[in-house]
């Protein structure tokens, strides 16, 4: 079984499609704490380090193989807990970040949360490992009150315009999971890479 920290019950219905079509004999169990991200953004991260450790202690007595993180401000956090708990912890962006640095050194990041920007960045740097890299951080920051108050086409069309609007990049890097769905309506013409495919099938590869 795979268990899944959620700082948003939107991504339920996500990675529930996503293991429908690329995993189905998986179980998934869904932990959903929305006041992580709240806090992280308002505290700091030291503040939720405590919290999340306790969410993912909550699914490994749920019984959970492995526990994937879905929330990139809290993910760090998240893996670095694996060694503790006795189960794998992934972080959903982390395949992510593995593919933006396969595909040049001039590499975006666009968020909708700024408190997801450097932790994103640290990400891509650790995986960029010594290879040269030119990392620019982008907050769409109109995006964010589109999805507190419901409405996924305002906020999916304020992301694409910022992506549209990058030039001299080599891939673009969306930072949140619930930005998943915008890379289709950009008219970039470089890769724009999304978290929930990539993160939940190497997190169901572990958990198998």
């Known amino acids: 079984m795979l268990a899944l920290l ?13 293991r429908d079509e690329d995993a189905p004999d998986l179980e998934l169990c869904h932990l959903v704490h929305e006041q992580l991200l709240s806090q992280a953004g308002e505290l700091g991260l030291d503040a939720v380090t ?17 526990v994937l993180c879905t929330c990139s401000t809290i993910g760090g ?6 060694a ?15 593919a933006a640095v396969a595909l040049g050194r001039r590499i975006a990041v666009v968020a909708t949360v700024a ?3 450097e932790p994103t960045a640290e990400l891509i740097r650790e995986e960029a490992g010594d290879r040269p890299l030119t990392l620019r951080t982008v907050l769409a920051e ?26 001299e990049v080599d891939a673009v890097v969306l930072a949140q999971a619930s930005m998943a769905p915008a890379a289709a309506r950009t008219t970039i013409e470089v890769p724009v890479l999304s978290s929930p495919r990539p993160g939940l099938r190497a997190a169901a590869a572990v958990a198998a």
């Open 6 to 18: 959620h700082t948003s019950p939107a991504h339920i219905p996500v990675f529930d499609a996503l």
């Open 50 to 66: 405590g919290d999340v450790h306790a969410a993912l202690a909550e699914a490994v007595a749920q019984g959970a193989d492995a």
């Open 77 to 82: 956090i998240a893996e670095a807990a694996a």
């Open 84 to 98: 503790s708990l006795g189960v794998p912890v992934l972080r959903v962006d982390r395949p992510m970040a593995a």
């Open 115 to 117: 408190s997801t920007l």
């Open 142 to 167: 109109d995006a964010w009150q589109h999805f507190e108050s419901g409405d996924p086409d305002a906020y999916f069309a304020e992301i694409a315009r910022a992506v549209d609007a990058l030039t």
